[in-house]
């Protein structure tokens, strides 16, 4: 198998790279592109346990969209072969100082395109250095 072979890394950062566009520019559709319409589709967030599909597009449809802005860092995208990528990032926001987001997406090709078949998203106060 191969690891981070640079064409399929670059077809996942651009996955990646829309998946983020769509988030702060509460593009919900394209968010729902990007998400495996499958029952077993898993989203954990701040405040919800989201199982399957409808569950996660229901949540994108009733979310606020004001304060989505937030800044990425240390964001780590791993290819292992050419159909599964794990994305790690942390990001922040400013109206929440002091707290320090973490996200995290298993990505698989499927015949469609890349999709996300697994996220977790939780928010920790920043931790002492």
Known sequence: MVID???????????FARYEAALVGNDVATLDALFWND????RYGGGENLYGYAAIRAFRAARP???????????????????????????????TPGRIGRQTQSWVRLPE???VVAAHVSVIDVPER
């Open 39 to 42: 029952p077993r589709t898993i």
């Open 113 to 115: 395109g890349w999709r």
């Open 65 to 95: 969209a004001d304060g989505l802005a937030r800044r990425l860092a240390r964001t780590v995208i791993t290819t292992f072969g050419s159909d599964f990528a794990t994305c790690s990032t942390l990001f922040e926001r400013s109206g």
């Open 5 to 15: 072979d640079p064409a399929i890394l670059a077809e996942v950062q651009a996955a």
